[in-house]
């Protein structure tokens, strides 16, 4: 996870600084390479280069269906994007030629690589040197459990340096689970159809792995960040790497469940996956209109209703591509001012995880018993096994991380323990719920997260 303000684990004290509001004066920002930026402008350039090689390739060979999907997935992809650049950094209120026509011919992320690069060498030559514009910024932290407040003053140049950063964040959830995924799945669904696997194929499932992969851990840590954004947070190593084995075996054996499940049924399984897209799609907004709230304004002052609503379907539509493939880690609230439920709802990751359970169950089990021709040289009841038990590892490895491992989790009014503890206190006599301890009245306790 890329830092761009650093501070050390005992933040320095001035202790002159502010005593009477307790703040905590921190130490002077540091900037970082930006190797998040790199790797995302990588993964962009290498999907785009390896689908194009296969659209020539399916061209040639004739396989006209199989080479429309592929260059529809990329393009579909790539031009969401490219607008979510321009959104992020306001270019269409700025005079940029140059940006806007590399965002036109789909080379947009690699401009804006190139300007990052140039900012972060800027500051790197004016290390040491005071900035004539700077911005004081105030955030919550936990230090050997007690919450502080620490200020410290931010650049202009590092600001913007910042945006990037959080542009190719976002940049990378979009290409993640707009292009990568669908393009990987059909890449899986056209290898176990015709029985073989070419070398370019083989470069674009790993390219697309990588970056659904990396958008997926992105995602859990862009949903701490919405979720306390008033807290500055480390994530260690240990953290990290939880939530990436976490979420590659999850999206990983869904995918491979769906791959197998429509390699068996053919057409037949598209009305099934087009139902459970849809619904997951429309969910928001049914809650929307039933809450009978107003459509939010705040979202960009310069936008109109048309723009407001087009935005809000751009993020439904990822918000149901995230979801459809693993949990989304956030539970989307267009009544909400700010879009999303920043309340920890165990009950909603309960919910969406055993009902991709039972479904996961019912694709399995229909590839057992009628995948006679799809994988004939291999254990069907072997490979369902396999598939069930990494799905049932992912799920173990997300609760040992909001358990034991999730940065903010002494604000918890109740954890993952506390919650399963009380979902069982249910099924016994309402007499022995108020003798149990925690109680179950917990979850009418205010919450702070």
């Not at 190719?168 to 979009?174: E, F």
């Amino acid at each position: 996870m890329d830092r761009v303000y650093e501070i050390p684990e005992e933040p320095n004290v001035d202790p002159i600084s502010s005593l009477e509001e307790d703040v905590i004066r921190g130490a002077n920002p540091r900037f970082t390479f930006p190797f998040g930026i790199l790797f995302s402008t990588f993964l962009y350039c290498g999907e785009a280069a390896s689908a194009l090689y296969m659209v020539r390739v399916y061209r040639k060979n004739s396989e006209t269906y199989w080479m429309t999907y592929t260059l529809s997935f990329f393009m579909f992809s790539s031009i969401m994007v490219q607008l979510t650049l321009i959104f992020v950094h306001r270019d269409l209120a700025k005079d940029k030629p140059l940006s806007l026509f590399m965002h036109l011919i789909l080379l947009g992320p690699v401009i804006r690589c190139l300007e990052a690069m140039i900012k972060y060498l800027t500051l790197w030559k004016k290390e040491g040197q005071e900035e004539p514009y700077v911005s004081l910024t105030r955030k919550k932290m936990l230090i050997n459990g007690e919450e502080v407040l620490i200020e410290w003053e931010v650049g202009h140049s590092i600001r913007t340096l910042a945006m990037h950063r959080n542009a190719y964040k976002r940049m990378s959830q979009i290409q993640a689970f707009l292009g990568s995924v669908p393009q990987l799945t059909y890449q899986l669904y056209v290898t176990l159809i015709s029985a073989e696997v070419p070398l370019g194929r083989a470069v674009l499932m790993v390219f697309s792995l990588i970056s659904v992969t990396y958008g997926a851990t992105l995602c859990n840590m862009l949903a701490i960040q919405i979720k306390y954004d008033e807290y500055k947070i480390r994530l260690g190593p240990l953290e990290v790497l939880c939530i990436t084995i976490w979420r590659t075996l999850e999206i990983t054996s869904r995918l491979v469940i769906l791959v197998l499940f429509s390699a068996t049924l053919k057409l037949k399984a598209v009305p099934f996956l087009l139902l459970n897209f849809l619904i997951i799609l429309f969910e928001p907004w049914v809650k929307f209109w039933r809450s009978g709230a107003q459509m939010p304004n705040n979202i960009e002052k310069n936008f109109s209703r048309v723009g407001t609503l087009v935005v809000l379907i751009s993020i439904t539509v990822l918000y149901a591509g995230i979801n459809f493939s693993c949990w989304s880690a956030l539970q989307l609230k267009l009544a909400d001012r700010d879009l999303v439920d920043k309340g920890q709802n165990w009950g909603h990751m309960g919910l969406h995880y055993s009902l991709r359970l039972v479904e996961n169950v019912i694709m399995v089990l229909v590839f057992k018993f009628c995948g006679v021709k799809v994988l004939l040289n291999y254990c069907h009841s072997l490979i369902a096994l396999q598939l069930i038990i990494a799905y049932l590892i992912s799920i173990g490895f997300m609760l040992l991380f909001f358990q034991y491992l999730h940065p903010l989790r002494s604000l918890f009014t109740h954890n993952v323990v506390d919650y399963l503890h009380c979902v069982c206190c249910h099924q016994h006599p309402r007499g022995r719920i108020e003798n149990s301890e925690p109680s179950c009245d917990a979850e009418a306790r205010p919450s702070i997260v």
